[in-house]
């Protein structure tokens, strides 16, 4: 009956983790202070290749799939399926709901959507990573680099993985043709904050919320 319990939970994890860090992904754009380094590297590819934002995040996704699905598949799931085929269509609904209720122009409500959007993300992560049921092709990078690799902590990896993907969204935006100006749109404060500070962040809920979650009440 406990692993029963325990199972249950774990899908009802990976599914809202996922569901959930789409729409925080959506409040990140709605700011408009910088996206997660993730996010930034989408933005840059985006700039560089016509396709529309869903579409865009299936294919990227897919590639890194394969990089798990080589070196360990253990991490592909139910969580992995709902974030490659359904994450940008949520991140879109986010933020289009977002602009509809509240005012962009007001940098109160920026700040206070980033300051949700970036906590939530951090603690649905660690949600749905804990679930393990399967991440989401990008954390699964630093994963394995951590637990199959060996090289370094998760949260160190994950600073280093995010500091790429910054670097590389900003190197796409320009060859696109993109100008300085409009750097700011998708790599800002908001993106160096989550690069130095989501991996931590997601740790700290792992072990203080997620497992705890997991495993209330299911040990005697």
């Known amino acids: 009956m ?3 319990n325990i199972k249950i939970k774990r899908i009802i994890m990976s599914v809202l983790g996922v569901v959930f860090c789409g729409i925080s992904v959506g409040f990140f754009k709605f700011a408009a202070f910088g996206v997660d380094p993730f996010q930034s590297l989408m933005s840059g590819i985006d700039h560089l290749v016509p396709l529309s934002y869903g579409t865009l995040n299936v294919v990227v996704n897919a590639v890194l799939l394969l990089f798990a699905l080589i070196f360990d598949r ?12 359904l994450l940008g269509y949520i991140v879109e609904f986010s933020q289009g709901a977002l602009n509809a209720v509240l005012p962009e122009e007001s940098t109160v409500w920026r700040v206070i959507i980033f300051i949700i959007g970036f906590v ?14 399967g991440v989401s092709t990008y954390d699964a990078v630093a994963i394995i680099m951590a637990e199959k690799w060996k090289i370094g902590k998760f949260k160190y990896i994950r600073i280093i993985t995010d500091f790429v993907c910054v670097v590389l969204g900003i190197t796409l935006f320009m060859i696109g043709g993109g100008t300085l100006s409009g750097i700011p749109a998708f790599v800002g404060i908001g993106t160096i904050l989550t690069a130095f500070f989501m991996g931590p962040l997601i740790d700290f809920f792992n072990r203080t919320v997620a497992q705890p979650i997991l ?3 299911t040990k005697k």
């Open 74 to 85: 253990h991490y592909i799931g139910i969580g992995t399926m709902v974030n490659l085929f």
């Open 2 to 4: 406990n692993i029963m």
């Open 215 to 217: 495993y209330k009440k």
């Open 120 to 133: 939530s993300h951090c603690f649905s992560s660690a949600i749905y990573m804990t679930a393990d049921l």
